[in-house]
């Protein structure tokens, strides 16, 4: 499967953005998804996971309440729908699939899409 992730930008903190994460190829409702960021000069950290069916979601504590994921299937694509942002939410993010929910999660995924970049002024 092909991941691409879009819609980052420069905001102000307190705003909104809404990532995408369109993926082609192999069936997509089948794979697990997650979201990954790194900012300059750290380690990629995850920020979220959502489950194939989407009942199933989990966020790093960092953003658990201000930041949603959803995923529309018909369209093959995921959603990260990032709120109330803050200056260290910076950074390039990315999306990740696998069938199986513990490899999204440690990000160890079998697949990786290119990143795109949010960057919060203060």
């Known amino acids: 499967v092909q991941l691409q992730a879009s819609g980052g930008g420069l905001v102000q903190a307190g705003g909104s953005l809404r990532l995408s994460c369109a993926a082609s190829g192999r069936t997509f409702s089948r794979y697990n998804v997650g979201w990954f960021r790194q900012a300059p000069g750290k380690e990629r950290e995850f920020v979220a996971a959502i489950s194939w069916s989407g009942a199933s979601t989990f966020y790093a504590d960092s953003v658990k309440g201000r930041f949603t994921a959803s995923r529309d299937n018909a369209k093959n694509t995921v959603f990260l729908q990032m709120n109330s942002l803050k200056p260290e939410d910076t950074g390039v993010y990315s999306c990740?699939?696998?069938?199986?929910?513990?490899?999204?999660?440690?990000?160890?995924?079998?697949?990786w899409g290119q990143g795109t970049l949010v960057t919060v002024s203060s």
């Open positions: 990740a699939a696998d069938t199986r929910w513990g490899q999204v999660v440690a990000g160890t995924s079998d697949y």
